[in-house]
């Protein structure tokens, strides 16, 4: 499935549509969801620096997207944010003076996560990473 502008993406307005696109990653129903994501998606990835100046405006949606503390709407912004670090050249600069509002949110959802995980991982690194053992005893 594929979506089709009359508008090439590169000629809209980031500082308005951004923000919505990133609302709409609350959206749980198809196809608003679809067209939430490919839309968020497709604006990094071809925005260039264009979101950087965005950044203050997208920082509400983030944190109304994390404080939903669904699974799937937390998991949907974790690659979103990833994306827009990774595609948009000083992205994680600017957003450091956010940090103390969206990092709490995953403080809550990386211990939650945490007690599940516990064991598997620790049972993961042990067997990755070999014990040291002297020679010299």
């Known amino acids: 499935m594929f979506v089709c502008r009359q508008v090439d993406i590169t000629q809209i307005d980031y500082s308005h549509y951004l923000p919505l696109f990133f609302e709409g990653l609350r959206e749980l129903e198809e196809p608003y969801r679809f067209l939430a ?21 997208l ?29 948009c050249p000083y992205a994680g600069e600017a957003l450091v003076p956010y940090y103390r509002q969206i990092l709490t949110i995953f403080n809550l959802f990386a211990t939650k996560r945490g007690t599940q995980w ?6 993961r690194k042990v067997y990755m990473v070999p014990t040291y053992e002297s020679c010299m005893s």
């Not at 949606?61 to 994306?83: A, D, E, F, G, S």
């Not at 516990?118 to 049972?123: G, H, M, P, Q």
Request: charge should be positive; aromatic fraction near 2%; charged fraction near 20%.
């Open 59 to 87: 920082v509400i949606p983030i944190k109304q997207n994390l404080m939903t503390r669904h699974p799937t709407i937390m998991c949907i912004q974790m690659k979103v944010l990833q994306k827009l670090v990774l595609t």
């Open 37 to 57: 994501l490919n839309g968020t998606m497709d604006m990094l990835e071809k925005g260039g620096d264009r979101p950087l100046t965005c950044i203050p405006h």
């Open 118 to 123: 516990d064991s598997t991982y620790k049972e």
